[in-house]
């Protein structure tokens, strides 16, 4: 089963930078496309972005185009969010998140990813 930890999240000024990163335990995780997902209160969770098992390929939401980064590093386990340009409205939860199997097609939808990590609080002010 694959184990996802967040971190990097944290209070930033609106136009300012984070970036995100988070851990896998399993040790193939270099097979599995991983998502970014972020969920503001009272919202739904919303894809944010995601990237393919080698990471050669990668989609965005459209609000995050141009603004936000994802990579990966699978000697590390990682996959990382650069977020650059930040705004109010970018305030959330962030969560990254991987599916059931491995090698798949890339999904925006939360419901295509079984396993989720518990989360990265980010906070843009205005």
């Keep these: ?6 971190s990097g999240g ?3 000024q609106a136009g300012g930078s ?3 990163s988070c851990a896998a335990s399993e ?9 970014w997902f972020r969920q503001a209160p009272g919202k739904e969770r919303e894809f944010v972005a995601v ?3 080698s990471g050669s390929v990668k989609y965005y939401a459209d609000s995050m185009k141009g603004r936000f980064t994802i990579s990966r590093d699978n000697a590390k ?3 990382y969010l650069q977020m650059n340009s930040l705004k109010p409205e970018d305030t959330a939860v962030y969560y990254c998140a991987a ?5 798949g097609s890339l999904r925006s939808s939360p419901s295509e990813y079984n396993y989720w ?3 990265t609080q980010v906070t843009v002010s205005s």
Excluded: D, H, I, K
């Design 1 to 6: 089963q694959v184990q996802l930890v967040e």
């Design 10 to 12: 944290g209070l930033v």
């Design 18 to 20: 984070l970036r995100l």
């Design 27 to 35: 040790r193939t995780f270099s097979t599995y496309a991983m998502g």
């Design 51 to 53: 990237v393919s098992w």
């Design 77 to 79: 386990n990682t996959v």
């Design 99 to 103: 599916p059931a199997r491995p090698y």
């Design 117 to 119: 990590g518990q989360g």
